[in-house]
């Protein structure tokens, strides 16, 4: 279908209004808007709290009566991260560097990060950018393209480099929802605790 831009979102538009279904759809997700923006400059946690329970029970309606399409879409993504694990990609791996550098420069400049999580930070992304030159040594040496996978599964130092990259982010992303975790469940302690 060849189309340009302003085509292809009229036609968004019309697929938006050609059914019934389509038309409740777009109400609720409307109206869920509406709600969401009219209360988002207010500090009362009974309504924020309501939203995102309106969001999340407006998702799991979707889930459910579109329970094929949701159980194919997990099974994909799961085969898409299995598939990079096993077969890793550089240009995926260019697009993972991406946000590491957003993470730096995050990390680097946000005032609610604490000292010891900037500490950490600060070594997993050095480390994962050590590896990065590394790679980007061996593909420019090896003239690698980065279209091209197969090369560099017959490569066993970048094929190493990248795997390790991955399981080193991993175990970051682990840490982090761990910390969170933590931190949330100390603050709620402390706050249950000064109440009382």
């Not at 993470?103 to 050590?130: D, E, W």
């Not at 682990?174 to 931190?183: D, E, K, R, S």
């Amino acid at each position: 279908m060849s189309l340009n831009i302003f085509e292809k979102i009229s036609y968004a538009f019309q697929s938006i209004f050609s059914s019934f279904m389509s038309i409740e759809l777009f109400i609720i997700g409307f109206l869920l808007f509406i709600f969401f923006a009219i209360n988002i400059n207010k500090n009362e946690k009974i309504i924020k709290t309501f939203a995102v329970c309106l969001y999340l029970l407006f998702f799991f309606l979707i889930c459910y009566f579109y329970s094929d399409y949701t159980a194919q879409s997990i099974d994909g993504v799961i085969k898409y991260i299995m598939h990079y694990i096993y077969f890793p990609s550089l240009a995926m791996y260019f697009v993972i560097m991406v946000f590491v550098t957003i993470g730096i420069f995050y990390t680097m400049f946000s005032k609610k990060i604490s000292k010891f999580l900037k500490y950490v930070n600060t070594s997993v992304f050095g480390l994962l950018y050590i590896f990065y030159i590394q790679v980007i040594g061996q593909v420019a040496d090896n003239r690698i393209y980065f279209t091209t996978d197969v090369s560099i599964y017959r490569n066993e130092s970048i094929l190493c480099f990248i795997q390790v990259s991955n399981l080193i982010l991993f175990l970051w992303i682990i840490f982090i929802l761990f910390y969170v975790f933590y931190q949330f469940c100390k603050r709620k302690y402390s706050e249950r605790f000064d109440i009382t």
